[in-house]
């Protein structure tokens, strides 16, 4: 199962996931990018895709859930 | 009532610094009255507060002082056009591919310190800070950097005349461009004959695309054959975004340049530092941006009636972000005065040089491996480097930092 993860460290705060897909990606008080679906699936994987091709930081990644 | 700070006043311009830090500390929503009523906030979370709410403080009325509706593109719309145009540029721009040119501008740099270090003193601005954004802007765009670097005067004219104007140029040849599609040739100007070359330049590559050429991998390449929801940019809307391209990637990325020299020849226990840490370089070129934001503040506009920090803000009233501020507030940063290359760079990164929110800069990337690559050269290849006079500041208002940089160093020995 893949995994949406937002990397702090390189984040610029430019909002463009939260607002291009606010099903996917919240803003918590101080306009930091928050996940809002942890696993996406079907659709939402697309678009998470497109996030991540828009976020001009490259801060957003799928990557392979190895827990439970 | 009153004025609580006068923007173009040379006096405000010539020292920005003291003058955030009244404005932040007296007047945090501050009214000017020339030409008409406009404000501008000064600290950190109200900067912040405005460019994250972008459904209540557009970019429709442009991002400069002037209401005539903006260019049309990017940094003048919200969205859903906005999207549109930024899912367009971002495939034209990605920050991959931006970062990919840092061998190529390292040979560029390289080779235009090569035409000048034998000379030991000249105007830092001119030999390098000025021609290095606007030839690499000149390769995105696939257009002739002598010609581009002729350009220059021009796009300067258009920042200084209206103070806030990336968006005129690129409105003005929109509308030159629609002239143009009409037929209309008379009384060509300077800006008609540029639209004119760009758009020979737009119809070689349509011709290179419907010939099924292979193409040259560069941003107008990206421009005219990207497709979404099912159509390709119109040649009014390329030469829109190449107009734009060219302000906002050429004088922004000059001052950075120069004021990051600047400064490190100011303070020579910083540029020590940097010299003999190259792994320093990334978090000078941030302590630059945020030390000396090149574009001092954009503009949003109240969506309608409301109230800001107490004050009343009547629907369409221009607020001015000031980034340059935001910068400096000390509620955000530790000894804000002091220029000090070894910030923790995660947090030095979040400074407001390229905005924050959905209209961010889609050129950092490249602006930051610019300056990066400028800075390492300069500092390899132009020994002793020193100031021999001091620098005057630049004109337009909108823009922060030197006009011009008088410096010497020890040339290479002649053998």
Redesign the interface.
């Known amino acids: 199962m893949q995994k949406l993860v937002i990397e702090r460290r390189l984040c610029l705060k430019s909002g463009q996931c939260s607002y291009l897909q606010p099903d996917v990606f919240e803003r918590d008080e101080e306009n930091w990018p928050v996940v809002a679906v942890e696993h996406p699936e079907g659709e939402q994987v697309e678009l998470a895709n497109d996030a991540i091709e828009m976020c001009p930081a490259q801060a957003i990644s799928l990557v392979e859930d190895e827990g439970d | 009532m009153a004025s609580d700070f006068d923007f173009f006043a040379p006096e405000f311009q010539g020292d920005v610094h003291p003058h955030f830090a009244r404005m932040r500390e007296e007047c945090p929503m501050a009214k000017a009255e020339e030409p008409f009523d406009w404000y501008a906030v000064t600290r950190e979370k109200d900067v912040?507060a405005l460019l994250?709410d972008?459904k209540n403080w557009t970019s429709e009325l442009g991002p400069g002082l002037s209401r005539e509706g903006g260019g049309g593109v990017l940094v003048s719309v919200d969205?859903p056009e906005h999207?549109f145009d930024?899912?367009i540029v971002?495939r034209a721009f990605?920050?991959?591919s931006l970062l990919a040119m840092e061998p190529e501008i390292t040979v560029l740099i390289d080779e235009i310190i090569d035409g000048f270090v034998e000379k030991g003193e000249g105007d830092f601005m001119q030999l390098l800070a000025v021609p290095v954004p606007l030839i690499v802007i000149a390769w995105l765009l696939g257009l002739d950097p002598d010609l581009v670097q002729q350009m220059r005067p021009r796009a300067d004219g258009v920042i200084s005349a209206d103070a806030l104007a990336q968006e005129e140029m690129a409105r003005q040849m929109r509308a030159a461009a629609e002239a143009e599609g009409g037929g209309d040739r008379s009384g060509a100007t300077r800006g008609q004959e540029e639209v004119r070359y760009f758009l020979g330049k737009i119809a070689e590559r349509r011709a290179m695309h419907a010939a099924g050429e292979e193409m040259p991998p560069d941003t107008l390449t990206a421009l005219v054959t990207t497709e979404l929801n099912g159509r390709t940019l119109r040649d009014d809307e390329i030469v829109g975004f190449m107009g734009f391209l060219f302000i906002a990637g050429s004088a922004t990325t000059t001052q950075l340049i120069g004021n990051m020299i600047y400064r490190l020849l100011q303070n020579p226990d910083q540029l020590e530092l940097v010299r003999n840490n190259p792994d320093l370089y990334e978090t000078c070129v941030e302590e630059s941006l945020r030390y000396d934001a090149p574009v001092n503040g954009l503009f949003r506009t109240a969506v309608e009636d409301t109230e800001f920090l107490g004050v009343e803000v009547p629907k369409d009233t221009k607020v001015l972000c000031m980034f340059g501020s935001a910068n400096l507030d000390p509620e955000m940063w530790e000894e804000p005065e002091t220029f000090d290359v070894t910030r923790d760079y995660?947090q030095l990164?979040?400074h407001y040089a390229?905005g924050?929110?959905?209209h961010?800069c889609?050129g950092?990337?490249l602006a930051r491996v610019e300056a990066k690559v400028a800075l390492k050269l300069v500092l390899e290849r132009m020994p002793n480097l020193r100031l021999t006079g001091e620098p005057e500041e630049i004109t337009a208002p909108v823009l922060h930092g030197v006009e011009t940089l008088p410096v010497a160093w020890d040339p290479p020995a002649s053998n």
Do not use: S, V
């Open positions: 912040r994250h972008w969205p999207t930024r899912r971002n990605t920050p991959a995660e990164k979040l390229f924050q929110g959905i961010y889609m950092a990337p």
